[in-house]
């Protein structure tokens, strides 16, 4: 089996809790132009939080895209997972919003954004875990990897 390359990509998903946010931060201003869609899964306080959209779109060039049910993922674009809603990848291309179980004590959950993502995008994707407080996120990169995607995590 031949190896993912990232000329291959369509979404690179990033997951991380939100003691991962100063190491995205750092990154963000470097990303100034991509061919294909980033999102961003973070751990959040609470559904009324949009400053992390706001920090995002200070950081980079790239548009961000306010997610909300059955946005269209555009590849050259950064969308972020809203807080207290899983984050799911549909097969026509747009995000679904989920307000199941929190699952690892998140919504939204890293585990279900990636394993939506690897059933969609299986090999032409990428995830990057960033370093955390708890397990989220590994299942999900199982998937990833699983489906034949490229994965990559943060040395804590």
Partial sequence: ???????????????????????????????????????????????????????????????VVEVEDKTPVVAGSIHVAPSDYHLLFENDGTLSLDISEKVNYSRPSIDVAFESAADVYGASMAAILLSG????????????????????????
């Fill in 1 to 63: 089996m031949e190896e993912a390359t990232i000329k291959d990509c369509r979404l690179l998903i990033i997951g991380g809790s939100a003691g991962s946010l100063e190491v995205l931060l750092q990154v963000l201003p470097h990303v100034t132009a991509i061919p294909f869609a980033m999102v961003i899964v973070l751990h959040r306080r609470s559904a009324e939080d949009s400053t992390l959209e706001e920090l995002i779109a200070v950081k980079t060039s790239v548009p």
């Fill in 133 to 156: 407080a708890n397990a989220d996120g590994t299942n999900g990169l199982i998937a990833v990897k699983n489906a034949g995607g490229m994965v990559i995590v943060q040395d804590p």
